[in-house]
């Protein structure tokens, strides 16, 4: 590119929304924490797995079952989502607060990495007797 001679019309999103081509043969409900996977470059749910990069929360159920990779797309929001906690030494507490959590499931979110075996949710925002305020 070239630098600007004339006016030009940028184009924005608030940075919230998001569609994304959906992985071969995959299921993703509404309200699943949704990632992309960068081994096939689609997205999936929620898993544990180091090829994994959290994106959001389903906005509605994605069900590509039997489809091709990217037959169909799916709605993700970011934002700060309240999600199931991990148990025993994985669980999250408040003193986890602006660290990162990683992906045990498409609901879950663990304190640790499992030894290298899971990629990173989100932030912690908070923790509460529920589950975990998580930033994706």
């Given at each position: 590119?070239?630098?600007?001679?004339?006016d030009r019309n940028t184009t924005n999103r608030a940075g919230i929304d998001f569609e994304f081509?959906?992985?071969a043969n995959t299921k993703i409900f509404a309200g699943?924490?949704?990632?992309?996977?960068?081994?096939?470059?689609?997205a999936t749910k929620g898993g544990t797995a180091t090829t994994l990069k959290a994106v959001g929360i389903a906005q509605a159920t994605?069900?590509?079952?039997?489809?091709a990779a990217g037959a169909i797309r799916v709605r993700v929001r970011r934002g700060v989502?309240?999600?199931?906690?991990?148990?025993?030494?994985?669980?999250?507490?408040?003193a986890d607060?602006?660290?990162d959590c990683y992906l045990v499931d498409d609901q879950t979110v663990a304190k640790?990495?499992?030894?290298?075996t899971r990629s990173i949710a989100g932030k912690v925002r908070d923790?509460?007797?529920?589950?975990?305020?998580?930033?994706?």
């Open positions: 590119m070239t630098v600007l001679t004339t081509p959906v992985a699943a924490i949704a990632a992309i996977d960068t081994a096939t470059a689609t994605a069900d590509n079952t039997g489809g989502w309240h999600v199931a906690n991990s148990a025993a030494a994985d669980q999250i507490t408040l607060v602006n660290t640790t990495n499992g030894g290298n923790v509460d007797e529920t589950g975990v305020w998580v930033e994706f």
